[in-house]
């Protein structure tokens, strides 16, 4: 099955465009499957040198299920699509490297900066690329209380207009997820249940919120993807939420107790915007003794096997 059609092609150059790695290149002109996996995880998600560890875990399940790794990053005012090892070590290791949204590229790219790309950026330069499936944790979404902060994440409305496949964990718990299962209806985007009929919870295998369409093997998936670009029309993401397996899933009882605390501690202190999420994730991995963060990297490990699979089917159709 062809890449994404709507997409540059790979030979595209530029002080914007993205620079593909030799391996990334060559999947792509031989049209063998490739994943995007963001960088923000590496870069402020994790402790070091943990973090080196399993960005490099995470490439090696890419390549055992038969597929390209492709970890999109920004370094020196250039947007990379697949990163050799000292690249990867870089966005590692470097304190001074930033996070950037879909927002950010610009600046970054124009004053030289270097920054981990988020689920927004990622998606955003993958798709350009011509790259058709990504991997990533949890998305944004549309935060609680938003009637009185407006705040929703940008991952919804880049999604809603980029065509690119996204295997996730549903959306961060820290959110209102009915809220965003609303936006995303809202703005096109589709949903697929992998192996459920609810939408997972991140941390939390079901969020207890239905989803319309369920499928259950990667090529199901695959031909979801070929019959939305068959349709043509907006370009829009196409969500598959691949639950974390429940072994794996934080304590549910546990889950809701530290998260109230959380979001009582959020109001008390007075911290709003950009701030909520890295506070609210931090919350949740102290006061659960690290276990939030266990089944962060489950879900991400899962999600990355999936979307490898998926990327195989979709190539062989």
Avoid at 7 to 36: C, F, K, N
Avoid at 99 to 104: A, F, P, S, V
Wanted: charged fraction near 20%; hydrophobic fraction near 45%; include cysteine.
């Amino acid at each position: 099955m062809p890449q994404n059609p709507s997409a540059p092609l790979p030979q595209e150059t530029g002080h914007s465009a993205p620079a593909l790695s030799g391996e990334v290149r060559e999947a792509l002109e031989e049209q063998r499957p490739v994943v995007a996996l963001e960088s923000t995880i590496i870069a402020h998600g994790l402790p070091r040198p943990r973090n080196l560890q399993v960005a490099q875990e995470l490439e090696e399940l890419v390549r055992k299920a038969g597929a390209v790794p492709a970890t999109v990053a920004v370094l020196d005012g250039r947007a990379h699509v697949g990163l050799d090892g000292v690249q990867l070590a870089r966005v590692a290791e470097d304190p001074g490297v930033r996070k950037l949204g879909h927002r950010d590229l610009a600046p970054a790219l124009a004053l030289g900066a270097s920054g981990a790309t988020t689920v927004s950026a990622t998606a955003f330069l993958a798709a350009r690329a011509g790259l058709r499936v990504f991997a990533t944790g949890g998305l944004g979404g549309v935060h609680r209380e938003w009637t009185q902060t407006q705040d929703e994440s940008a991952d919804l409305r880049l999604l809603a207009r980029t065509g690119i496949t996204v295997v996730c964990a549903g959306v961060k718990s820290i959110l209102d997820v009915p809220a965003t299962l609303q936006r995303l209806e809202t703005l096109g985007v589709g949903v697929l249940g992998y192996g459920t009929e609810h939408f997972p919870g991140f941390y939390l295998s079901s969020s207890g919120e239905p989803v319309d369409w369920t499928v259950r093997t990667p090529e199901e998936v695959a031909d979801v993807m070929r019959a939305q670009e068959e349709l043509g029309g907006p370009p829009a993401a196409l969500i598959v939420a691949n639950p974390v397996p429940e072994e794996e899933q934080l304590d549910p009882a546990v889950h809701d107790r530290v998260l109230a605390g959380a979001l009582d501690a959020c109001r008390e202190r007075g911290i709003t915007g950009q701030a909520v999420t890295p506070f609210l994730l931090e919350y949740l991995m102290r006061e659960t003794g690290g276990a939030s963060l266990e089944a962060n990297l489950a879900a991400v490990r899962g999600n990355v096997r999936l979307a490898a699979r998926i990327a195989v089917a979709a190539a062989a159709r």
